[in-house]
């Protein structure tokens, strides 16, 4: 039987970047994270006796190489665990560019996980999606859990899973996504993870970690915007510092990105209390609380060369939906 799911993007209020042990994507710290309500992926999985060999359709494209793999590799770990060997056709397509730092493979793994699980007839705990999710895509195990969410990160298989902290409506907290690049990048994160630990800022970052969680899970608690803010501006500098000084360096940004970061530091600067984040793409996400979040979209209209803003609110997590 068909099953389709449908998860969300997610973004990282505290990072995941390097990795303890790459082949079952362990973190080398915990991050946080925020489910988005407009950026998702839908994913259709049938497992099907006459198939020779799996079928992967990504944005009406049928892939045939690494996209491929990385999905067939993922669809092995459910056939094992459900002891079948069938084949499957899976048809997967996301609401926005994918490879622009809107983490389509967090989305795509996680509705691949529970599509496929689904399909195949397992029916698993939450923390069990969300340790699957991890394999195909680290950032996957945070798009499991509803609405504000912390990924531990654990130091064995079995340990390293995400969780819900708040549900999405606790806070109505908005990720309005500046569209500055719709090009796929040219490093993906996955290769990018392998360059973390060569900044000289790495090992600093990660002695840091500890604290900052605790700091950005009590302004959450809290309900401390400012607080939050801050947090999430700060770590997503230190974030892109350890990127652009790995060896060899990673950049991610182009110059619209640059010249938005100091328009919302003028704005904040005049009183407007906008923060932002970005991940491992151009695109500027940039968060507020839901009362000023028309006021914002009229300013960041006003930027040049912005193509596109996607509003998000909190979100569930991946769910069935046929
Ligand atoms: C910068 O989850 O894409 O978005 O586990 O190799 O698939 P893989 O990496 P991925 O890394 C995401 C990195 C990030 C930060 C984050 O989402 O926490």
Partial sequence: MKYTAKAPANIAFIKYWGKRDEKLRIPLNG????NLSGVFTLTSVEFD???KEDQVWIDKKLE???EKERVVNHLDIIRKLAGIPTKASVNSENNFPKGTGIASSASGFAALTL?????????LSEKKLSLLARLGSGSACRSIPDGFVEWKAGNSDGTSYAR????PDYWDIRDLI??????GKKV??????TLAESSPFFKSRISGMGSKIREIKKALKDKDFSKLGHIIEEEAINMHTVMMTSNPPLFYWLPETLETILSIQYWRSQGLEIYFTIDAGPNIHVICEGKSSEKVIKKLRSLRKIRNIIENKPSIGA???N
């Fill in 31 to 34: 991050s946080i994270s925020m």
């Fill in 49 to 51: 006796k006459s198939l």
């Fill in 64 to 66: 045939r190489k690494k």
């Fill in 115 to 123: 599509g496929a699980a689904s399909a195949v007839g397992l029916s």
């Fill in 164 to 167: 819900t902290l708040y549900p």
């Fill in 178 to 183: 500046i569209v500055v690049g719709q090009k």
């Fill in 188 to 193: 993906s994160s996955t290769e990018g993870h």
């Fill in 319 to 321: 769910r069935i939906i």
